[in-house]
Each structure stands twice: as structure tokens, then as C-alpha cells.
């Protein structure tokens, strides 16, 4: 338990794992009965690789994070190409995942210290303003 919180603590999990679901879930309505379909996209193709591409970007972020940019660019976009070639983006869910995904692995910052809860910071001024 203890080797998993460190191995996701050094790199942007939600993101890649956000991304990943929304790339899954987007082939998954691809896959969905003829009358819940509202179109597929151009030839068929891209409806099935943008989704793909995707799930490898989330799958690559965790596995490989250094290149972590890169691929939060690249799930963005595809996540929003997706809203025209694969039933209105997996019917919004799959599009916002892969946004928020994008953009939580974007925003992520491998040297930032983990936050203090506020009940631990607040008792660390108490005490410190008692003992000048």
C-alpha cells in the first residue's frame, strides 16, 4: 500500500487516470446500440482513433510522467476533436473527462511540497504564537 501512495505521488494520476476513462468511455458509446448512436465521424475512422489515441495518452502519462506536457496537450485536443467525430464527445462525459484530466496532468507540479490540512497549519501558528 505504501509503495503504490509513493509510485502515485510522483506523477499526475487523476489527470492520466481521468484521461484514460474518458477515452474509454468514449469507445464504449462508439460501441452502443444503432438507435443511441448519433453519428460516428468521418469514415468511421476517426470516431475510433481519437478515443484511442486518448486512452494511450492517459495510460502514457502514468507511465511514463516526464513527458507529461506533451501528452496533456495532445489528450486536450484530442478530447475536444472528439465532440465532432464520436456521438457529441461519448455524450459530454467522455469530452469532460478528458479535459479535466488534461488539465489537472498540465497543471501538475512534481517538486511542490504536499499540503498541510488546515487544522495542522493552524495548530503550527497557535503554537508558534504562544512561544515567541
Known amino acids: 500500500m505504501v509503495a503504490f501512495r ?3 505521488a510522483a506523477r499526475p494520476f487523476w489527470g492520466g487516470l481521468l484521461l484514460a476513462l474518458g477515452g474509454a ?5 462508439e460501441k452502443a446500440s444503432l438507435k443511441v448512436v448519433m453519428h460516428i465521424g468521418m469514415q468511421g475512422l476517426a ?4 478515443p484511442a489515441v486518448m486512452l494511450i495518452c492517459g495510460l502514457l502519462i502514468l507511465f511514463n510522467p516526464a513527458q507529461r506536457l506533451f501528452y496533456s496537450i495532445c489528450g486536450v485536443l484530442l478530447s475536444l476533436g472528439t465532440w465532432l467525430t464520436s456521438n457529441l464527445g461519448g455524450f459530454l462525459v467522455g469530452l469532460l473527462l ?3 484530466g488534461s488539465c489537472l496532468t498540465f497543471g ?6 504536499p499540503r498541510q490540512s488546515r487544522l495542522r497549519w493552524r495548530r503550527g501558528r497557535q503554537t508558534s504564537a504562544q512561544h515567541p
Not at 47 to 50: A, I, P, S
Open 6 to 8: 509513493r509510485w502515485r
Open 25 to 29: 468511455e468514449i469507445l464504449l458509446t
Open 47 to 50: 470516431g475510433y482513433l481519437l
Open 98 to 100: 478528458g479535459v479535466v
Open 108 to 113: 501538475w507540479l512534481p517538486d511542490q511540497e
